[in-house]
C-alpha cells in the first residue's frame, strides 16, 4: 500500500485522514506531522495515527501530502529538503496550499522532484469531497495515477492546467463553507418563523441533501429543477423575488470573484 505522509494535521489534514481511513486504507501506512502539541493528541486520541517530526514523516513516504497554511508552507519546504528526498524513487509532493503555485515547491526541491497540485474540499471527511488536481513540470502520468486514486478514494477528481485552480478555489475549495452559510441563514428564518431549532436543522439538512441528490442523479439543471419547484404565482416564486431584490446572484459573482483574487494574490505573494 502507498505510504501517506500528512504535514499538517489542521482541519483538511483531519479531513483527508479520517476519509483515507474510511476508504480502507491502513493506519499503518499513514502518518502525521503535528507541530502543534494538543492537535497531535487530538489525532492520536481520534485515530491512533503516528504523529512525527516533518523529516522522520517524510522518510521513506511515498507521497508527502503538504497541509499547512499558505504562510506556513516555506518553513515546512525548509525542513522538508533536510530529508533525503527521492523523486526517482516515486516520492512525490502532493500540495493542497491554497495560493502556492507548483513552481514555488519546484524551485526549492531538489531537480527533476514531482509536484502535484490539488485543490480539495473538507466534504472528503465523509468521502464526498472534490479533488482539483493541476500537475506540475515533472508530473509523469504514472505520478497523476497514483494521486488520483488516492483522493479517488475519498471523493471525486478533476483535472485541470494550473492557470484555473485560482478559480477552482474559489467555486469547490471555499464552496462548502457558502452552503453552510445558506444553510445556517435558513435555519435561523425557520427558527424566526417560529418553528423548533432542531426542527428547522433537520428539514433544512435533508434539504439540502435531496437537492444535492437530485442535481447529482437526475441530469437535469439547477434551472430546470429550480423550476420545477417554482408554481405560477405560488411561495416559491413569492421567496425567489425576494432574494433576487436581495442581490444573492450579484453576491455570489462577487464573491467567487474575491476568493480567486485572494487566491492569485496568495499566490504572487508567495512567489
Ligand atoms: N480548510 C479548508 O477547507 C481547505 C484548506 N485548504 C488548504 O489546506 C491547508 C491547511 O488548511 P487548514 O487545514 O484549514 O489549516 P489548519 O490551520 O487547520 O491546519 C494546519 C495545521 O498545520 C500545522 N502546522 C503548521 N506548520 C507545521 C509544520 N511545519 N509542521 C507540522 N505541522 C505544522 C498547524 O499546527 C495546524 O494544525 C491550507 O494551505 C489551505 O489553503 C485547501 C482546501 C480547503
Ligand atoms: O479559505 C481558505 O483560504 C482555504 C482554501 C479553500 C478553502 N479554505
Given at each position: 500500500?502507498t505510504?501517506?505522509?500528512?504535514?499538517?494535521?489542521?482541519?483538511?489534514?483531519?479531513?483527508?485522514?479520517?476519509?483515507?481511513?474510511q476508504?480502507?486504507?491502513?493506519?499503518?501506512?499513514?502518518?502525521?506531522?503535528?507541530?502543534?502539541?494538543?492537535?497531535?493528541?487530538e489525532?492520536?486520541?481520534e485515530?491512533?495515527?503516528?504523529?512525527?517530526?516533518?523529516?522522520?514523516a517524510?522518510?521513506?513516504?511515498?507521497?508527502?501530502?503538504?497541509?499547512?497554511?499558505?504562510?506556513?508552507?516555506?518553513?515546512?519546504?525548509?525542513?522538508?529538503?533536510?530529508?533525503?528526498?527521492?523523486?526517482?524513487?516515486?516520492?512525490?509532493?502532493?500540495?493542497?496550499?491554497?495560493g502556492?503555485?507548483?513552481?514555488?515547491?519546484?524551485?526549492?526541491?531538489?531537480?527533476?522532484?514531482p509536484?502535484?497540485?490539488?485543490?480539495?474540499?473538507?466534504?472528503?471527511?465523509?468521502?464526498?469531497?472534490?479533488s482539483?488536481?493541476?500537475?506540475?513540470?515533472?508530473?509523469?502520468?504514472?505520478?497523476?495515477?497514483?494521486?488520483r486514486?488516492?483522493?479517488?478514494?475519498?471523493?471525486?477528481v478533476?483535472?485541470?492546467?494550473?492557470?484555473?485552480?485560482?478559480?477552482?478555489?474559489a467555486?469547490?475549495?471555499?464552496?462548502?463553507?457558502?452552503?453552510?452559510?445558506?444553510?445556517?441563514?435558513?435555519?435561523?428564518a425557520?427558527?424566526?418563523?417560529?418553528?423548533?431549532?432542531?426542527?428547522?436543522?433537520?428539514?433544512?439538512?435533508?434539504?439540502?441533501?435531496?437537492?444535492?441528490?437530485?442535481?447529482?442523479?437526475?441530469?437535469?439543471?439547477?434551472?430546470d429543477?429550480?423550476?420545477?419547484?417554482t408554481?405560477?404565482?405560488?411561495?416559491?416564486?413569492?421567496?425567489?423575488?425576494?432574494?433576487?431584490?436581495?442581490?444573492?446572484?450579484?453576491?455570489?459573482?462577487d464573491?467567487?470573484?474575491?476568493?480567486?483574487?485572494?487566491?492569485?494574490?496568495?499566490?504572487?505573494?508567495?512567489?
Amino acid at each position: 500500500m502507498t505510504r501517506i505522509a500528512i504535514i499538517g494535521g489542521g482541519k483538511i489534514g483531519e479531513a483527508l485522514i479520517s476519509g483515507l481511513l474510511q476508504a480502507g486504507h491502513a493506519i499503518k501506512d499513514l502518518v502525521v506531522a503535528e507541530q502543534y502539541q494538543p492537535r497531535a493528541d487530538e489525532l492520536i486520541a481520534e485515530y491512533s495515527i503516528r504523529v512525527s517530526s516533518v523529516a522522520d514523516a517524510a522518510e521513506g513516504a511515498d507521497v508527502i501530502v503538504i497541509a499547512v497554511k499558505p504562510n506556513d508552507v516555506e518553513s515546512a519546504l525548509t525542513a522538508l529538503t533536510k530529508v533525503d528526498l527521492d523523486g526517482d524513487l516515486e516520492q512525490l509532493i502532493v500540495s493542497l496550499a491554497a495560493g502556492i503555485p507548483t513552481g514555488f515547491f519546484e524551485t526549492r526541491l531538489p531537480a527533476g522532484f514531482p509536484v502535484v497540485r490539488v485543490m480539495p474540499n473538507t466534504p472528503m471527511l465523509v468521502g464526498e469531497g472534490v479533488s482539483v488536481l493541476s500537475p506540475g513540470r515533472h508530473v509523469k502520468a504514472e505520478h497523476l495515477e497514483l494521486v488520483r486514486g488516492i483522493l479517488g478514494s475519498v471523493g471525486k477528481v478533476v483535472t485541470v492546467p494550473e492557470s484555473q485552480i485560482d478559480a477552482v478555489t474559489a467555486v469547490s475549495g471555499s464552496g462548502p463553507a457558502y452552503f453552510f452559510l445558506v444553510a445556517e441563514a435558513m435555519i435561523d428564518a425557520g427558527v424566526g418563523l417560529g418553528l423548533t431549532r432542531p426542527v428547522a436543522t433537520e428539514l433544512v439538512v435533508q434539504t439540502m441533501v435531496g437537492s444535492a441528490a437530485m442535481l447529482d442523479r437526475t441530469g437535469d439543471s439547477a434551472t430546470d429543477l429550480r423550476a420545477a419547484v417554482t408554481s405560477p404565482g405560488g411561495t416559491t416564486a413569492a421567496a425567489l423575488r425576494q432574494l433576487e431584490a436581495g442581490g444573492l446572484r450579484t453576491a455570489f459573482f462577487d464573491a467567487l470573484d474575491a476568493a480567486k483574487s485572494r487566491s492569485a494574490a496568495m499566490g504572487a505573494a508567495a512567489e
